[in-house]
């Protein structure tokens, strides 16, 4: 086989995608290990290298005795062809082996246009895409991720799905099968009773699937090496996480409530895996990663002790994922000192009662102070982000995104006038998509039509070369829409648009809208009955059997505080009750802990 890919790697695009041999990449021998696991990432390898979850699983099992974890990622358009065409199976870049030798291929489910790659992977190895064709012989398909909340789109092609972290799951996992003496049918038995893991075909009616989580992040194992890739990756640089889970509350946002409680890590113990990963790595650049990383309890003291560290050896940190309400001169300083660039926040909304309707819960004024402490430390570049088609949302709150981005541009000139370069300020739209386990589930989607009527307003409001426009097609976030609320008839619709060709969805040069569309007719289903139609707060869900800790009275409850556009405190602040209390302690938790 490697004389066969030789070959085949002289005729695509990215050979660094598929031949392995990166730097700290693990590689073990075949005959000392009990079990053999395929960590797949369904999509091209320079977006998967640069997951976080992969590199942290990957070296946890790894680590482990008679354990041996490989990487997959989806092949592009060039190499499927060449693996079509030479018969060679999709293998893991460690060994060079079919996946389908392995005992385990497990899948990250990160985004829900990525659900035809896990099919077209299976496929390529030469395993039956439908779990009820896999006999003993074939491995043990597994899901984890945001996505496996609801797993029902994808119950026909998976053996179990892991609901929550995996850190301490997958382990588990791997030792009860080594238990069963790998007796396939026994496993999923015995799997099926643990009370974080899904397994379709033996679920019993009434039985709740609990989320399982890691409380204490320091206790967490972190990588000491991240394999560097030789190709250059989105995100090709030192990924720290410093926290888990978001305080803040977003209607919206489903990270923000299925991660919660907000877990954190100690600047020390950040300290010791930042020291360790470059000298493993020779990364010259350091991301703080967190869903909202200026709620870190410790970041002024972190920023002191990385700055510190980072300064002479020439390195850079990055901290994405800002909020507008408690940035700081203080902040900006700290991280001019080592890197000078635009800033990036996320408002959501163009007006306040939108922004309060969703529990953004950031005011103008905020705003506005954030552009002055950027502008006047001398930034001259804001990145914006705003969703369209939230629940309320009216034609005046579109025009006020125009209206917001136009008054920034009038204010960098206010405080510099002709002084220096221009402002550029960035606007970038997504469409908003409801999603299980938010206040917003049971809202519509907008359609189609609607979603390019606001686009097109938006656009023609914006006035001056200062805002630059970007959006995302809604013919993807609609596809998103059916998938995050799907139940398992959608298994038979992908199965379909993934055999008329379906695959890298989430890339606009090959998404095939009208595919799905036809394939979606053939099935006797529409768009409007999964992504457009408001479900009903009494109508059983098809997620209602994974419990993530939030409850659904809470959720309702929020639910109708965005209909009267009325804010929701923080956790920080004040307990809401989402039910999440039973891990975080509500009102009487240790505030230091959060």
Known sequence: MKKELEKILQRVQNPAWYCGGEYNSVVKDPSSVQVRFSFCFPDLYDIGMSHLGIKILYHILNQMDGIWCERVFAPAPDMEEQLRRHRMPLYGLESGESIRTADFVGFTLQYELCYTNILNMLDLAGIPVLAAERDETMPIVIGGGPCAVNPEPLADFFDLFNIGDGEYMLPELVRLYEDTGKNKKEFLQRAAEMESIYVPSLHKPGQKIRRRIIQNLDEMPSPDKFVVPNAKTVHDRIMLEIMRGCIRGCRFCQAGMIYRPLRQKTPQRLMEDVKKLCASTGYDEISLTSLSSSDYCHLEPLTDLLTEYCTPKGIDIALPSLRIDNFSKELLDKLQAVRSSGLTFAPEAGTQRLRDAINKNITEDEIFNTCSIAFEGGCTAVKLYFMIGLPTETDEDILGIADLAQRIVDYYYQIKPKKGRGVTVTVSLS??????????????????????????????????????????EGKTSVLEGVFSRGNRQLGQLLKTAWEKGCKLDAWDEHFRYDTWMEAMKECGLTVEEYAGRRFSPDEELPWDMIDVGISKNFLLREAELARQSKTSPNCREKCSGCGITKICGGDECDKAAF
Do not use: A, D
């Open 431 to 472: 469409t908003f998509v409801p999603k299980p386990f938010t206040p917003f589930q049971w809202e519509p989607q907008i359609p189609m039509e609607e979603i390019h009527r606001r686009q097109r307003l938006l656009r023609e409001h914006i006035t001056t070369r200062k805002v630059v426009l970007h959006w995302h």
